[in-house]
């Protein structure tokens, strides 16, 4: 069946770096693009970045833009994500989703990763 | 605060109908893109609910409908039950922001 299965939970330090990652099964890899959610605590979506995965072209939004960078690896079906000066507001649940095009829902969710930035 | 604005709660008893609104803008909703509906179970990952406006994945009891005009959407609920009770959010795209999809803040639904 169609899966998403994403990395296990991390705890960082504030200024230190992660990297999530989300291997996909069950479809051809190629054919979805990959989108990066975050969920803090209590709170409501917020939508990262995406990645298309034939050309690796990447989309951010604009509040995570120059800290945060999604890879792919068409090898091992598997898409990175990669936040930079963790800060103590980045503590969250990320969710890498699928999307069938480009504007299109998100029909497939990754289990999430909780992310805990601490001193 | 969120580009689309929905009510932070709603609430029914089992049985009854309720309605949930996304209210968006001329860049978002209404510049004619879709608006998705994500279904969020505690402690669970969203589940897609309704995509494209109004249509339903396989498995998805029509029960759960949706409707767009103008710059809102609206998602309707019909026959709730206890299993509905649940955090939902609209997602749409918003050309303003530079490539961004965005999501409502999310409404609570209490199933008295």
């Known amino acids: 069946q169609v899966q998403l299965v994403q990395s296990g939970a991390e705890v960082k330090k504030p200024g230190a770096s992660v990297r999530v990652s989300c291997k996909a099964s069950g479809y051809t890899f190629t054919s979805y693009y990959i989108h990066w959610v975050r969920q803090a605590p209590g709170q409501g979506l917020e939508w990262v970045g995406t990645?298309?995965?034939?050309?690796?072209?990447?989309d951010y939004a604009q509040r995570f833009r120059g800290r945060v960078t999604v890879t792919r690896d068409t090898s091992t079906s598997t898409v990175y994500m990669e936040l930079t000066s963790l800060k103590s507001e980045d503590t969250a649940v990320f969710y890498c989703?699928?999307?069938?095009?480009?504007?299109?829902?998100?029909?497939?969710w990754g289990q999430g990763t909780m992310v805990t930035v601490s001193p | 605060q969120s580009v689309l604005t929905q009510p932070p709660s709603v609430s029914g008893a089992p049985g009854q109908r309720v309605a949930i609104s996304c209210s968006g803008s001329s860049s978002n909703i209404g510049a004619t893109y879709d608006v998705h509906w994500y279904q969020q179970l505690p402690g669970t990952a969203p589940k897609l609910l309704i995509y494209g406006n109004t249509n339903r994945p396989s498995g998805v009891p029509d029960r759960f409908s949706g409707s767009k005009s103008g710059t809102s959407a609206s998602l309707v609920i019909t026959g709730l039950q206890a299993e509905d009770e649940a955090d939902y959010y609209c997602?749409?795209?918003?050309?303003?922001?530079?490539?961004?999809?965005?999501f409502g803040g999310g409404t609570k639904l209490t199933v008295l």
């Open positions: 989703t699928r999307g069938r095009w480009e504007l299109d829902a998100f029909d497939v």
């Open positions: 997602q749409s795209y918003d050309r303003s922001l530079s490539g961004s999809r965005v």
């Open positions: 990645i298309n995965p034939i050309i690796s072209r990447t």
